[in-house]
């Protein structure tokens, strides 16, 4: 071990050797860069484009590209890269992640890389964590490009598809990373080929990459569609469980976060809704509606784990304090938050799409990212995504005083001590940035401050659009700004005049946050490129991260110390060992559940590119799809004739057979057994193709034209992979909610997903030939047949009725279905 850590500082050595070298080498070509005039600088552009097409690689035109933007910088921004952002400008075109800290001007160092990897005309996305970010960057560091020749575009959620595609087509694409993974999944539910937004995932620079990689990785994208409604059982669920007391009749594990009926609450429940036994099977749906109702009433926290606005129960980001807007919780939970509140409850709804993070940018063919705080995390970068972190030197020496923690008995005692510092602060005129971990705690430490007559401004989920105007203040002297998580990320808080004088900016944080990177970023607001500055926490044995993972080793620790739990305050660079200890064992849990994550969504992944590849052959597909389609008829004849097939007596059941072929592929008038009789398997099979191809040259021979059979044959096949896929992907969702239990019986849950996930796949691709078959075979070819689109979240389909007047109850609907009128729009008329 001691060898592989010898082994890896060694190399950290050599690579920072590497680039110092590859950073002189761009700076001895700045006299010469200088000596350029505007349009012979513009100029390099077009060389640099010819020159790559000509055969030369981006390796080679690196240096001479890096110091054209350097120079096109210093004219157009009035910035002018320092060595260290060439260092890390490298490490980005390398598809690695520099870690840069706080100030030392990550947005000009991805300008180098990003007009490199731009010059192939296959796309640069620079992804933000938010639109803020993401608009600013694009229109300053926009004039960059534009000058050296590049497009720049701006994806952001407000943006029809139309604006969309333009900013894709661009030679350099700002956006969210959610707006981008959407955008993907958008694009695979499409039905024409220019609905599609997306060209292919070539490069990408993911800004405060460890947010956006590891942070937002426990959370997948999912796009839904409506399901069934069951408010009412919720608003029970919900009036029950309000009536129930903490130990008694639940218990919660503060550990695991877990919540469970005991005896006397099971008893209670079954009184409530008249069961003989809360747990027998037709009871599912009623255990599960408590159980989210549980969740909802004493886990879930208001102004911590979501807030409630205009009617709206909406959730906040753990990690950055902010509301994630358009996120939903799965599986039942939103809606007994919804009831929980006394709010209206939205319809649940059913998973249509989903991809995880993971998974979506290692489609990229190159990924890197900055962050001032990657390190504590290499190892997951470099295992789920195969990058590299390297540590970049700071332009100028960190001067900031990083103080050890402060641990105090209560809460009550730790945020007197709290004001108290901001006052002694705010008197002197020092500014003073507070951070929290929950919204409901900047709020409290708010209402403090009032008490105390400091003014002060509030930076949380509730009021983030004021996020810049706050950020941009925060550093002036008198400036006290107290901030969730986010603590104005991607901004950097500039010292005001005399301020520097006063000890530079105060950081006080008022909780350890359970991923230590956090809390690196929170200290890194202050003491930006050699400014002064002081970071100081404050924590108390009340705190959730203490009573979670550290306090039995907190009090261990004050044991051995003869420390008094009465005592006012303790400081001990030791304390702070043991409280960064905790934390590493929430991040390993943490690291746990994200592996998890993307363990089961690999399984995903793999029949997702099956199906996503294939319907996107069909939609480009210009000339004929026929092999295709006839492909599907075959394997759906086979599987049949082999599904009819005896296995004791090796025998065919030709009645059965007889059935098929009537009801999937001819008319079924048209055939008997005695046409079968005789004939083997194989000859079966070989029959009923022919059969079937003689019915398949028939309506071609009644089209007009090979375009109105190649249209004709997407909306068929799209139809049913559609709904199919739909269908599976939320039948793969109940799977994984179900393997968890096979536990219990000594099974791998992951190895049971992976087995019955394939079998259920298997199952739908024959579903989806069998109805294709069916639909086509049995289908009259009409004109102007529309494809139809997976109906997305929020949208409804309406249907016209007036269409269905005339259609007998066992005819194929006419939506095209492929199921009978009385089984598919027919099952609600009277008759």
């Keep these: 071990m001691a060898n592989f850590f010898k082994n890896l500082i060694e190399n950290d050595k050599k690579e920072l050797k590497r680039l110092d070298q590859m950073a002189n080498q761009i700076e001895l070509l700045a006299d010469e860069m200088s ?58 075109h390398d598809g690695n992640i520099p870690e840069m800290r706080t100030g030392e001007g990550k947005t000009l160092t991805a300008t180098m890389p990003v007009y490199l990897n731009a010059l192939t005309g296959e796309g640069v996305h620079v992804v933000t964590v938010n639109e803020y970010l993401a608009t600013r960057d694009s229109t300053e560091m926009g004039e960059l490009y534009e000058f050296l020749g590049m497009t720049v575009g701006l994806n952001i959620n407000s943006k029809s598809s139309e604006e969309k595609r333009a900013a894709y087509a661009c030679d350099i694409t700002y956006s969210t990373n959610n707006e981008l993974g959407f955008d993907y999944l958008r694009d695979n539910m499409v039905v024409y080929r220019n609905q599609m937004v997306q060209r292919p995932l070539n490069f990408a620079i993911v800004d405060e990459v460890d947010s956006i990689l590891i942070d937002e990785a426990r959370t997948p994208l999912i796009i839904s569609g409506q399901a069934e409604k069951s408010t009412a059982l919720y608003e029970r669920a919900d009036n029950f469980v309000k009536r129930l007391k903490e130990d008694e009749d639940y218990k919660i594990d503060i550990q695991s976060k877990t919540i469970t009926l005991t005896e006397a609450g099971i008893e209670k429940a079954e009184e409530t809704f008249v069961l003989d036994n809360l747990y027998d099977i037709e009871n599912t749906a009623l255990t599960h509606h408590l159980d989210q109702a549980l969740r909802a009433n004493y886990i879930m926290l208001l102004d911590i784990d979501y807030v409630v606005q205009e009617g709206k129960v909406l959730i906040v980001d753990q990690f950055t304090g902010r509301i994630m807007d358009g996120r939903r919780y799965s599986d039942g939970l939103h809606q007994a938050i919804e009831a929980k509140e006394n709010v209206e409850i939205e319809d649940e709804t059913k998973t249509m799409a989903s991809i995880t993070f993971q998974n979506f940018f290692r489609m990229y063919k190159k990924l ?27 332009n100028r020496e960190i001067i900031r005083d990083d103080r050890a ?45 009032n008490q105390a007559k400091v003014p002060h401004e509030v930076l949380n989920a509730k009021n983030h659009f004021k996020e810049a105007e706050i950020i941009l203040n925060a550093g002036q002297k008198g400036a006290v700004t107290i901030a969730t998580n986010m603590a104005g990320r991607g901004t950097d808080i500039k010292l005001g005049l005399g301020v520097a004088e006063l000890g530079g900016l105060a950081v006080i944080g008022t909780e350890r946050h359970e991923s230590r990177r956090i809390d690196n970023q929170l200290r890194g607001r202050s003491g930006r490129q050699g400014d002064p500055g002081v970071s100081q926490f404050y924590l108390s044995l009340e705190d959730d991260l ?22 006012s305050v303790i400081q001990s660079k030791m304390l702070t060992k043991q409280v960064e200890s905790a934390q590493k064992r929430v991040e390993g849990n943490n690291y746990d559940t994200r592996k ?53 007596e090796n025998k065919l059941n030709y009645e059965g057979i007889v059935d098929f072929a009537g009801s999937v592929l001819v008319h079924e008038d048209s055939i008997s057994v005695a046409d079968l009789e005789g004939k083997t398997a194989e000859e079966v099979k070989v029959y009923l193709l022919e059969r079937a191809q003689e019915i398949f040259d028939e309506k071609v021979a009644h089209l007009n034209s090979p375009e109105q059979l190649l249209e004709f044959e997407k909306v068929v096949i799209l139809r049913v992979v559609d709904a199919k896929w739909t269908d599976h992907i939320d039948a793969m969702d109940q799977l994984r909610q179900s393997v968890g239990l096979r536990a219990y019986g000594q099974n791998n849950p992951l190895v049971e997903y ?28 009409r004109q102007n047949v529309q494809r139809e689109q997976v109906a997305p979240v929020q949208e409804t389909a309406a249907t016209n009725e007036e269409s269905f007047a005339q259609v007998g109850r066992n005819d194929l609907c006419p939506c095209g279905s492929g199921k009978k009128f009385k089984n598919c729009h027919g099952r609600n008329k009277l008759v």
Aim: hydrophobic share 40%; net charge negative; aromatic share 8%.
């Design 596 to 648: 998890n994550v993307l363990q089961y969504d690999d399984v995903m992944r793999e029949q997702r590119e099956v199906i996503y590849r294939q319907r996107q052959q069909v939609i480009m597909e210009t000339e004929n799809l026929s092999p295709q389609l006839m492909g599907m008829v075959q394997r759906t004849i086979e599987r049949s004739v082999d599904g009819h097939m005896s296995l004791d």
């Design 405 to 449: 923690d402060l641990l105090y008995p209560t809460l009550q005692s730790k945020f007197v001590a709290v004001v108290e510092d901001i006052k002694e602060r705010y008197r002197k005129g020092q500014p003073i940035l507070v951070g929290t971990v929950a919204v409901e705690t900047s709020e409290y430490l708010s209402d403090l401050l």
């Design 35 to 92: 000596g350029l005039s505007d349009a012979q600088l513009q100029e390099k552009t077009n060389e640099f484009r010819t020159r790559y097409q000509n055969g030369e690689t981006l390796d080679e035109l690196l240096t001479e590209a890096f110091a054209v933007v350097r120079e096109a910088a210093k004219r157009v921004l009035g910035l002018y890269p320092y060595h260290v952002q060439l260092m890390g400008g490298i490490v980005l």
């Design 368 to 394: 890197a990212g900055m962050t001032g705080t990657a390190k504590t995390e290499e190892e997951e970068f470099r295992e789920i995504y195969n990058i590299h972190v390297i540590q970049i030197p700071t």
């Design 546 to 567: 203490m009573r979670r993972f550290g306090s039995d080793r907190i009090k261990a620790f004050l044991d051995r110390m003869n420390i008094d739990e009465e005592d």
């Design 754 to 781: 992976q087995t019955e996930g394939y079998s259920m796949f298997e199952a739908m691709v024959g579903a989806i030939e069998y109805d294709v078959t069916r639909l086509f075979m049995k289908a009259e070819i």
